[in-house]
């Protein structure tokens, strides 16, 4: 692979920030997120901004960066604190997608400790839920997050793989989800009072945070056992389980991560679309990076874009099945088309891009058989029943 050298971003000499994205000149990085990175340099505190390959625009603060400060900005992580990717081994005897994807449970409706007592998915709760937060226990949730059955393509580092217990053909579950509401409301109850403003107390902030963080963990488990038990087989513990919003103390310094996932050592699964494959790799990030690499594809389109473009390029049926075979099972036709493959930029470009700046070396794929959105989709075209629609409104 050809070398390409990291963008040095010039920042004004009032500011004492770095910025660094890794990205070859010929990836899509889009303006206004680094015009994003520059607002956060400019920050008080802020000491260094490492943006990814996977960069792209977000509510104030870019998605697809790793920001140190000597200051703690609860809004650079944002609401949804510990979303994060796990996958899960899973043995199946026959990975038919179209019949596996009429097994997949409704992950729309939270798991209730009294009416679904007796759910099988309960026995990986040990002890207490974090911060006794209940409200959609075990959902997936909207936006880019997922559910998705696959099996091993393949395999780059064989002796990685082997250390990990996976070999090509194997079947994973991918699990993409984060803290739901909890984490809202944690941000919700600082913005209020502070805006964008640094947390007056960060020791008692980031005890709520570890709560959200351990909340997300917790219920990427729960949503892989809803799934495994659903299709015949027995839940697993995962051979990883990577936040990538969260922030971090590190040195003394205030690690924030939006988008961005732990790369000191560590594996990591970095999500391709619903039509592409995704890719485990080997992390090893060093300080430039923010000790940090990409979480995904990273979105090519805004929502509004993908949705318009989208609904004059491709029918439903075109975007429920995917030209790799795959089915993907979403009954919101509206987040189809702002998720639809094309709205990302290509994985295999920020893959590049992680290794060609030495930040990560490719593990194995990942290819998609089955990747839930929301319930009740048939593995068949079919009319929308309305009834449903309404039913599902978004939580």
């Excluded at 990986?124 to 949730?141: K, R, W, Y």
């Excluded at 590190?250 to 592409?276: E, F, M």
Aim: hydrophobic share 40%; net charge neutral.
């Amino acid at each position: 692979m050809s070398q390409h050298p990291s963008r040095r971003e010039s920042v004004p000499p009032s500011i004492s920030a770095t910025i660094t994205v890794f990205a070859s000149p010929t990836s899509w990085i889009e303006s206004d997120a680094v015009a994003q990175c520059h607002q956060v340099a400019a920050l008080d505190g802020m000491i260094h901004v490492a943006a990814m390959p996977d960069l792209h625009p977000g509510k104030g603060a870019p998605i697809g960066a790793a920001m140190a400060s000597s200051v703690l900005y609860p809004f650079l992580v944002g609401s949804d604190i510990g979303c994060g990717i796990a996958v899960f081994p899973i043995k199946l005897k026959r990975p038919v997608p179209e019949k596996l994807a009429a097994r997949f449970p409704d992950l729309d409706r939270a798991l209730d400790p009294q009416r679904g007592a007796d759910d099988p998915a309960w026995a990986i709760v040990d002890g207490e839920v974090p911060a006794g937060h209940l409200e959609g226990l075990g959902t997936v949730g909207r936006g880019n997050h997922f559910v998705e059955l696959a099996r091993i393509g393949t395999v780059f580092d064989p002796g990685h793989a082997n250390r990990l217990g996976l070999d090509a053909g194997d079947l994973v579950l991918l699990v993409h989800s984060g803290s739901r509401g909890l984490g809202e409301r944690i941000l919700r109850a600082h913005t209020e009072v502070h805006g964008a403003g640094p947390a007056p107390d960060p020791a008692a902030y980031l005890v709520m945070h570890d709560q959200a963080v351990r909340w997300g963990s917790l219920n990427r488990r729960l949503l892989a056992a809803r799934v495994a038990h659903a299709l015949g087989a027995e839940p697993s513990e995962p051979i990883l389980d990577q936040c990538h919003n969260l922030v971090e103390v590190r040195d003394g310094v205030y690690l924030h991560r939006k988008g961005a996932a732990p790369g000191d050592g560590r594996d990591v699964l970095i999500a391709g679309t619903r039509g592409t494959p995704s890719y485990l790799v080997a992390a090893h990030a060093g300080p430039d990076a923010n000790h940090s690499v990409a979480h995904g594809a990273g979105r090519k389109m805004s929502r509004a874009d993908a949705l318009r473009r989208g609904r004059a390029k491709h029918t439903v049926e075109e975007l429920r099945r995917t030209p790799m075979g795959s089915l993907v099972l979403c009954g919101d036709r509206q987040l189809l088309f702002e998720e639809a493959p094309n709205a990302y930029k290509r994985i295999e470009q920020v893959i590049n891009d992680l290794v060609d700046h030495h930040l990560a070396t490719p593990v194995a794929t990942t290819i998609p058989l089955v990747t839930y959105k929301t319930p009740d989709v048939g593995v068949t075209p079919r009319p929308d029943r309305r009834d449903n629609r309404r039913r599902r409104g978004r939580p």
